[in-house]
């Protein structure tokens, strides 16, 4: 059974609490505002930083990076942490980012350390996999967000009093907990002793979340102690949280949190015209100030599950619900290009494709990619795990001119494929479609046959 330590007993005990007294603070629509533009701050408007390297070591030197470790690739079809799944030419997210921070620290001479937040079910594996940066010169931490039991949900009784005593009985509770968890582990502690004063946390499968020196610069200079940054939404992210001004101050707005009859308004591009990254660039100091006083109540998020069975319920919370708790909070409108997450394996093919190229671990998106969004990519369960969606593209085509691809049942690509416009692929049930090498597919409905329907 997982060690259950007194600190994590305690936050678990106060979080059952705030749900079970129904304490949550209701949204009052008629009080939302659109944000200014001193709450969220247009990217354009930040100051560059200075050409003069002195300036970026300066900020450097008060960061530290924190990429949210926690997740298995399980949707994916993969059994360990996600960062081990490879982007592109061997390379994996956690050697992506790796390589970021080391040119960074190598140009300006800087320490800025990577420190990884794990869960339970991450953590021996993240040990060993870090191994391999040992003589880089990279410092990398590596530290254990809560563990908290499942309860069962007919009666709320944690899961393992009941007999669970595995590790299924319990659950890592969100990357709210980031707070706590940095305080509990002495992360916090010995970041404040290195003389860090802000922490950059982003998710690990995110490959736009970089290391951005104006937005460093802008913090401190105004002392914001916490920033999120936001960026358009598009018809894909209107389920997304917004940032709102409510009562004078910076908010997010999640749709769970949205009466019901407002949940079309709430999803309308026009009305809420943004949406959180979970990128995230929160003041130490402030950290510890917050988490010591217990001034943290985020919004709970009940996730009810199903395991071995049994209905359990998790109550999770958000980091980026905990901009309302710190003083001077902002949120920065940022490029589109700041968010780039893998969430699947129609992700996958969009960073394996010829729209990016991968330099010193960074992203970087191809400019001969006229439109600013991206294609739409819908891929059919054959496809779902990494190594199924690998062994069907003898090549990954070229997708700089497509505008949406839907492929359905049993097909494979050959090598050399371009695709452009509007792409439909369905095989039969039952068939099996090879679409042959150095193929060119545009405004096309291709079927099992010989011919090309034209869309």
């Not at 800025?112 to 040992?134: A, C, G, R, W």
């Not at 809560?146 to 595995?166: C, F, H, I, N």
Request: glycine share 8%; hydrophobic share 40%; with cysteine.
């Amino acid at each position: 059974m997982p060690v259950f330590s007194d600190s994590e007993k305690s936050g678990f005990v106060k979080l059952v609490g705030r749900y079970l007294s129904g304490s949550a603070e209701q949204i009052v629509w008629e009080k939302i505002q659109p944000p200014t533009n001193e709450l969220v701050v247009p990217y354009d408007d930040l100051v560059p930083v200075s050409e003069d390297s002195s300036e970026a070591k300066y900020l450097l030197d008060k960061l530290a990076v924190l990429k949210l470790n926690g997740g298995l690739g399980t949707t994916m079809g993969c059994t360990g942490p996600k960062t081990v799944i490879e982007v592109r030419n061997g390379e994996t997210f956690l050697d992506l980012i790796v390589k970021q921070i080391e040119t960074l620290n190598s140009k300006y001479g800087c320490n800025v350390p990577l420190v990884l937040m794990n869960s339970f079910n991450t953590h021996d594996d993240t040990l060993k996999i870090v191994e391999k940066y040992q003589n880089s010169g990279l410092q990398v931490k590596i530290f254990n967000q809560s563990q908290y039991p499942r309860m069962v949900a007919e009666d709320l009784m944690p899961w393992p009093a009941k007999g669970q005593t595995d590790k299924s009985g319990w659950y890592p509770p969100g990357h709210g907990n980031v707070f706590d968890a940095l305080q509990n582990s002495g992360m916090l502690a010995e970041l404040l002793a290195e003389g860090k004063e802000y922490v950059f946390i982003a998710n690990s499968d995110n490959l736009g979340a970089t290391v951005d020196l104006k937005i460093l610069k802008h913090l401190i200079h105004n002392q914001n102690e916490y920033c999120m940054e936001v960026t358009p939404k598009t018809l894909a992210d209107v389920k997304g949280g917004t940032l709102i001004s409510y009562e004078g101050r910076v908010q997010l707005l999640e749709i769970a949190q949205v009466p019901d009859e407002h949940v079309g308004e709430f999803k309308s591009i026009q009305k809420f015209k943004i949406f959180n990254t979970n990128n995230l660039w929160v003041n130490l100091k402030a950290i510890k100030r917050l988490v010591e006083a217990d001034a943290l109540n985020m919004e709970i998020i009940p996730n009810p599950k199903e395991v071995d069975g049994v209905k359990v319920l998790q109550l999770e919370t958000a980091a980026g619900a905990a901009i309302r708790f710190f003083d001077k909070a902002i949120g920065i409108n940022v490029p589109r290009s700041r968010f780039l997450p893998v969430k699947a394996t129609s992700d996958l093919l969009l960073v394996q494709s010829d729209l990016y190229t991968i330099e010193d671990g960074l992203v970087i998106r191809n400019p001969a990619r006229t439109k600013a969004e991206n294609p739409a990519i819908e891929l059919s369960s054959e496809f779902k795990k990494v190594a199924d969606f690998l062994k069907r593209f003898k090549s990954i085509p070229s997708i700089l001119h497509l505008d949406s691809l839907k492929v359905t049942g049993d097909v494979w690509f050959g090598s050399g494929i371009v695709l452009k416009g509007k792409v439909i692929v369905e095989a039969k049930k039952g068939e099996k479609l090879v679409l042959p090498d150095d193929l060119t597919l545009e405004d096309q409905l291709v079927t099992v046959g010989p011919t090309y329907s034209s869309l």
